[in-house]
């Protein structure tokens, strides 16, 4: 299966498109904020895949986060959806 087919089969399952944007402390200069953008497939309202990324973070990266701001956007949904064969190109 290549990759678009599986994008799809995951937000056919409820996945939806995920941004975050993360700010956080730079470590030789905790008074600054520094920006990273973080962007994944994940399923709302408790976005495990983000969870994972921003624990990861916690345990591996020097910078401590100051906040987190998200944005998701459901790309996909059953009434968008139609068979090949409704348009005569099967």
């Known amino acids: 299966m290549n990759k678009d087919h599986s994008l799809v089969r995951k937000q056919l399952a409820g996945y939806r498109l995920a941004t975050a944007e993360i700010l956080y402390h730079l470590p030789d200069h905790p008074g600054l904020l520094q920006a990273y953008v973080w962007q994944d497939y994940d399923i709302a309202p408790k976005y495990p895949v983000l969870s994972r990324f921003l624990d990861f973070w916690i345990r591996e990266i020097e910078g401590p986060i ?5 944005a998701g956007k459901r790309l996909i949904g059953a009434a968008e959806l ?3 064969s409704e348009y005569g190109l099967n």
């Open 82 to 84: 139609a068979s090949v």
């Open 66 to 70: 100051h906040s987190v701001r998200l």
